[in-house]
């Protein structure tokens, strides 16, 4: 969604990070390229000039004039700035002291609360929570019938005493149903079956619309809720700062959740809502699956925009499907070489399910000058290569090596897919756990780094080698009688011979004649020769 404000704004900041002193006029070109990138955005001209206003204050004081690097502390302000428009720091649910903890959702139609309901639900199971929904949705045909669905797929039940309105006409008309009595209802019925939290789903409707935001305001009244979360649309633009400025007035919330954040539109409501209603955006909707869904952190999201990356969101979505001993498993098996087929298909799995891969690499920084190849991944192939390595036998996944012609073209025909594919994938993933391997050697092993097999210095400080030393001279049967003045690395010279076996205490051939007793080896005087 912020893809268009993300490429104008690091193309305006990526023209400092060449100059080393910023003058005035560099600094109002910046904030000139930055304002219209948030007007192209459809931010709201009110927060657009506050936010060039602080800017501007903070680029041209102090704070840049003597930083060692101006252009980076620009960089900083503004993306410090862009998290307090977000909101500065994320805000957490706040829990009833007494369960249950009752949250409303209120919104416009359209917005996706019902769908929202299951994705909150499926969030708070995670969180050790045990959920329970409430259908408050009787005037949309179908609404109730929805959020059963909804319900059974998160796998938490649903409070529908009444089936609601089953076409238009029945709800315009009356004998739909009491929502402010089902919603009494359905907290009743989750503190007698034990449920610390409820989510209330309200009827969508317009911001003009005065019967409908007074029956919101009645339920509101009627379950004293802990939390009243606004559902925004984020593609709707500047029409839902306005509709979100006439909810806080006629109902009141606490807190925002931006839904289809996946879309391609320009974001501004995003940028807008918090700045304008002056209540925190918690939540945000990336998708259609219930686990698209996540805390919306202010932080996060402005260092995205900024094209500087989301690791955290990434270190966090991998240690939600990534086992840690089956890791710590599969790094073993890569230091040692025996990473097999099957582990790769575990592995990549895992991956998958964190999300497309286009997004998951859309979190790494500098993912912005990367979109033409973000552009060219093909899911569908990652589905091919599972096909073949799930067309094949366990032994063959254990032992790729055994996988002759026969078997790749029986691999072939079962998958699908042609023997130049399995081909491809059998050398490549030869090849890639050569290099795994390789790579795990060079860092020590799977243990950490510095424990591989390096190369011994030979020289020491100075210049001088470190090695033993000369090597004394080698003698054919030993020295009888012993060392005078000791021998180097043997404390008390060598042993006397006198007392061996008969036959080693004689004069070796070639050494008649000579007094051993008055050789000066190297080293005896203390100096290396």
């Avoid at 009141?252 to 209540?279: E, H, I, M, N, P």
């Avoid at 042609?418 to 390789?438: G, I, P």
Wanted: glycine content about 14%; aromatic content about 4%; proline content about 6%.
């Amino acid at each position: 969604m912020f893809e268009s404000l993300s490429d104008r704004l690091t193309s305006s900041l990526k023209d400092l990070r060449g100059k080393g002193k910023l003058s005035p006029a560099d600094i109002d070109a910046t904030c000139r390229e930055i304002r219209l990138a948030l007007l192209e955005a459809d931010v709201a001209l009110p927060v657009v000039r506050e936010f060039i206003k602080n800017i501007k204050e903070r680029a041209k004081g102090a704070e840049v004039s003597g930083a060692l690097n101006p252009a980076q502390q620009v960089v900083k302000i503004v993306n410090e700035e862009l998290i307090g428009i977000l909101g500065g720091e994320t805000r957490r649910l706040n829990l009833a002291k007494t369960p249950p903890t009752v949250i409303m959702l209120a919104g416009l139609q359209g917005a996706g609360k019902t769908t929202l309901a299951g994705k909150l639900a499926v969030w708070l199971r995670a969180q050790g929570h045990t959920p329970m929904l409430v259908a408050c949705d009787l005037q949309r045909p179908n609404a109730v019938t929805q959020l059963k669905v909804v319900g059974e797929q998160a796998g938490v039940p649903v409070y529908a005493p009444h089936p609601g309105a089953s076409s238009e006409g029945e709800a315009q008309g009356a004998g739909v149903g009491d929502p402010v009595a089902v919603a009494r209802a359905g907290v009743d019925e989750a503190r007698t079956k034990v449920h610390d939290v409820v989510i209330v789903d309200t009827a969508g409707r317009l911001g003009v619309d005065e019967v409908l935001m007074k029956q919101a305001a009645d339920i509101r009244d009627a379950v004293q809720p802990d939390e009243v979360l606004f559902v925004l649309d984020a593609m709707v633009g500047q029409d839902a700062v306005s509709t979100a400025d006439a909810f806080r007035e006629g109902v009141g919330f606490t807190g925002v959740v931006l839904t289809k954040l996946d879309g391609d539109a320009r974001g501004g409501a995003a940028l807008s809502v918090r700045q304008v209603t002056g209540r925190p955006i918690m939540f945000a909707s990336t998708g259609e699956k219930l686990g698209d869904f996540d805390v919306f952190h202010p932080d996060r999201m402005s260092s995205r925009i900024l094209g500087m990356g989301d690791l955290l969101s990434l270190i966090e979505q991998a240690e939600q499907v990534f086992d840690a001993q089956q890791a710590e498993a599969t790094a073993q098996k890569i230091g040692s070489g025996e990473l097999t087929l099957e582990d790769f298909l575990e592995q990549m799995m895992a991956i998958r399910k964190m999300g497309p891969l286009a997004n998951l690499v859309g979190m790494l920084p500098g993912a912005g000058d990367m979109k033409e190849a973000l552009g060219q991944v093909d899911e569908k192939q990652l589905d091919r290569v599972q096909a073949i390595i799930r067309g094949m036998t366990p032994a063959e996944r254990d032992n790729p090596k055994i996988i002759n012609g026969s078997r790749r073209l029986r691999i072939a025909n079962g998958s699908g897919v042609t023997v130049t594919e399995v081909n491809q994938l059998v050398d490549r993933f030869f090849e890639a756990r050569k290099m795994m391997s390789a790579m795990a050697g060079r860092m020590g092993g799977p243990g950490g780094f510095g424990k591989g097999k390096g190369k011994r210095s030979k020289k020491g400080k100075k210049g001088k080698k470190t090695g033993r030393g000369p090597t004394p001279p080698k003698v054919k049967g030993g020295f009888p009688g012993g060392m005078p003045g000791g021998f180097p690395g043997m404390p008390g010279g060598m042993p006397d011979l006198s007392s061996m076996p008969k036959g080693l205490d004689e004069t070796p051939p070639g050494l008649e004649g000579i007094d051993l007793s008055q050789l000066k080896l190297p080293g005896q005087d203390g100096k290396a020769k």
